[in-house]
């Protein structure tokens, strides 16, 4: 323990590493009882209380009711730093969310090509059949299509990439307005294929453009959307211009 650190400190320290290197718990993953964490960090049951509120303040660690404490889905993350849910303009939120995605995830596919290994190109391609298939079959598939988003991150091997893109994904499902789901499931279909063949054949430029179009798409398609809906999108379709000069390499 080094000097001026509290045993609280320490051990928040020492569960923080256990958890983002998942040297012992994945995401997602149930941690042991008070008792059993005090055990094994030789310290008391009110240290380790003390600890995982602070990883819970920290969104490493999520405690449900009734059920226990677990490592977040997403360790780190804060799954709506936008305030998505608390915003009173989320029309306009949710179309500059997706400006954000169509500059972060068009660069992310690009470094997917250049870095990515032979493993991880297949994860995408593995994802991308996978939310297929849902579709297809009528299946919920947006889970898979995170996954497919987030493989593209992870193959980009940048630390801010996979930390934001899952989190600009999530917040931009909060409060969900859902686009028209056949208009959608025909932009999914055709743009994952187009994003995955790219990577598969080291096409930088391809991967980039696929992906930015499938986003400039999924905006398009969700203005349709806000319109049909009652809703308004006023002084966000100067926005829309800017994304179509985003695309053109």
């Not at 660069?107 to 991308?128: D, L, P, S, T, Y």
């Not at 905006?219 to 308004?232: A, Q």
Request: hydrophobic share 40%.
């Amino acid at each position: 323990m080094k000097q001026g650190e509290s045993l609280i400190d320490h051990t928040v320290c020492q569960m923080t590493d256990a958890i983002l290197t998942r040297k012992v718990w994945q995401p997602g993953e149930r941690l042991p009882n008070e008792r059993q964490l005090a055990e094994m960090y030789s310290v008391s049951r009110n240290t380790v209380r003390e600890a995982i509120k602070v990883l819970n303040a920290n969104h490493i660690l999520v405690t449900k009711p009734h059920s226990g404490t677990y490592v977040a889905r997403e360790p780190g993350i804060d799954m709506d730093p936008f305030g998505f849910s608390a915003a009173t303009e989320k029309y306009k939120l949710m179309l500059d969310l997706y400006e954000m995605r169509i500059l972060v995830e068009g660069a992310a596919a690009r470094m997917a090509v250049q870095r990515g290994n032979e493993q991880e190109i297949e994860k995408i391609c593995h994802w991308e059949r996978l939310c297929r298939q849902y579709i297809l079959s009528d299946e919920p598939w947006s889970e898979a299509d995170r996954q497919f988003h987030t493989a593209i991150a992870e193959a980009s091997h940048n630390t801010a990439f996979t930390r934001i893109i899952p989190t600009i994904h999530q917040s931009a499902h909060l409060g969900y307005l859902v686009i028209e789901e056949d208009r959608n499931r025909a932009n999914t279909l055709h743009y994952h294929a187009l994003i995955a063949e790219a990577l598969v054949k080291r096409d930088e430029i391809g991967a980039a453009l696929a992906c930015r179009h499938h986003l400039i798409r999924a905006v398009t398609d969700l203005k349709e959307c806000i319109r049909e809906n009652g809703g308004s999108i006023d002084g966000v379709d100067s926005a829309g211009h800017s994304l179509s000069i985003v695309c053109e390499d």
